[in-house]
């Protein structure tokens, strides 16, 4: 497939998202930015949620690891499902009765600047290395299937990533919120319709049915759902109970998330986006599941081999989707699959850099709707915090590029979900007690937290147990946290 076609598409579907952008970023203010005037429509809202919890990793990663993993992932999907029905009922609730921009400000209100402050670190910290290593894996994916195909010109890792990178600040620095909900309800349609027409492909290279495929997959041992061994990681009640935490603390406490379903007109239309958005994920999923099984069938099928590590023999799984697509499938296959992965990719990044500079804006800067500033300077001050975090997360895809070992990106992804514990474990005290903390000494314990959960589960569960810490860690995360919470609670 001609790399010049590929970025041809590449840049169509950019001048898609530049004209939303122009269209949606006319006579953008402050509120605006942060708040889309509260006039977002709730079924663009939800829609648009789909690529922001979806990124390039799960597009590449979820169809592949059917193959080891069968369809457990809908385990902690299922766990998703109640996990936002929580967050519509209790969360949305508090933040549109306390008209919040940054629901870190929740935490200022009830502990003090530093808790709102140490809540902020954490979601930066978190949002930085997650969206930058997602980032760094997709764009090697479109580096080595495009930019290095390209006979006449050598285009270098670190220049692709910096188109990417300022095409994602163009069309965000000036609308923020306001254009966001209909760049990523317009992506988010691009990557559910990667994956649709890839199992249309599959379907019609191997000459069967709709119906039949159907009959394939469930009849196939990969569709297997539900695992019973409560020593391994993937034992349903791990999963699901996992699935519903991470759902509440990766979506209900977490301002990149949180900040489009705040900008609805109402707490009822948040909600009614939230019910919608949940059951929508649950489809999304079952379709990528249901893909790679397809994905499997088809290697079978047209004898091709399936790409494994040769010293290991072990299924390498984050090729198994790119290496059919773009390499066995057709050109068709090829460019949706491309195109998906940017739509994935680009919705779960670029609204980073949003949310990223709201709550620097407001919690760590402490700028808010009191601030006397005219809008020009406001505008001034947001676009400086916008640009300044694209080229932080450059400099650590970088650093990752120079590092040259992908591992390492699951494990930083893996240190980034330590991140959310102390979130949750702040929130858990401050919503559900009326305990008052010492503001001061909170950052400390959300500290030493994450590095006791670590010692827990690599140096005492891991070599001395059978027993297999999955999904069920950010639990463990957040216990260790409200009870170092609790040793430094006010004293009556």
Known sequence: ????????????????????????????????????????????????????????????????????????????????????????????????????????????????????????????????????GRLYLAAGVIQFFVFDRIQSVHVPFWLSVSVILVLMLVYTYKGGIKTLVWTDTFQSLFLVLGVVLSIGVIISKMDISFTQSITNIYKSDLSETFFWDWHKSNFFFKEFIGGIFIAVAMTGLDQNMMQKNLSCKSLGEAQKNIFWFSIVMVVVNIFFLSLGVLLYQYYAFAAIDIPTNLETGQIISDKVFPNLALGNLGMFAGLIFIIGLTAATFSSADSVLTTLTTSTYIDMLEYDQNTVLSEKEKSKRRTLIHIGFAVIMWLVIIVFDILNQRAIIDTILMLAGYTYGPLLGLFTIGLFTKLNLKDKLVPIICIIAPILTYIIANYIVKPYCSYQIGNELIIINAVVTIIGLLLVKKRD
Not at 109 to 124: E, L, M, N, S, W
Request: with cysteine; glycine share 10%.
């Open 1 to 132: 497939m001609s790399p010049i076609l590929i970025i041809s598409c590449i840049g169509l579907y950019f001048g898609g998202l530049l004209l939303i952008a122009y269209l949606t970023s006319k006579n953008s203010t402050a509120e605006s930015y942060f708040s889309g005037n509260h006039s977002s429509p709730w079924y663009a809202v939800a829609f648009g949620m789909i690529g922001d919890s979806l990124s390039g990793v799960t597009y590449i990663s979820v169809p592949g690891k059917v193959g080891t993993a069968h369809f457990s992932y809908l385990q902690l999907v299922f766990g998703y499902f109640v996990g936002y029905f929580i967050i519509s009922k209790i969360l949305l609730p508090i933040y549109y009765k306390m008209n919040l921009v940054s629901i870190y400000t929740y935490l200022q209100d009830r502990f003090g600047k530093h808790t709102q402050k140490t809540g902020a670190f954490f979601f930066i910290l978190s949002r930085i290395l997650g969206a930058s």
